[in-house]
Nanobody, 121 residues
């Protein structure tokens, strides 16, 4: 059974930076993409960023230019580098894995437990 374990969340002031990490234990044979969703209280879950094994990426408009996703395929790990953080980035961030084919990400095959990111104003 594959487990995704996130780390790196915390409390930061607006304008600050955080780095989230996600490592997979076990081999994800069929998945070739990983990404990060976030969910804030009272809001819908949002796909923040995703990356495929060929380094194709996706970013939500709300984080473009501020967040960068990177992947270590050999380690089944993915990181989310978050800069210029805003209070509206406050949410629980979940790592997930899935597939990428023909320009489309289909994530959600495996999920991490989530890590809290809180940005104070």
């Amino acid at each position: 059974q594959v487990q995704l374990v996130e780390s790196g969340g915390g409390l930061v002031q607006a304008g600050g930076s955080l780095r989230l990490s996600c490592a997979a234990s076990g081999t994800i044979f069929s998945d070739n993409a990983m990404g990060w969703y976030r969910q804030a209280p009272g809001k819908q879950r949002e796909l923040v960023a995703a990356i495929a094994s060929g380094d194709s990426t996706y970013y939500a408009d709300s984080v473009k230019g501020r967040f960068t996703i990177s992947r270590d395929s050999a380690k089944n790990a993915v990181a989310l580098h978050m800069n210029s953080l805003k209070p509206e980035d406050t949410a629980v961030y979940h790592c997930t894995s899935g597939t990428y084919y023909s320009g489309a990400f289909n994530l959600g095959n495996n999920w991490g437990q989530g890590t809290q990111v809180t940005v104070s104003s």
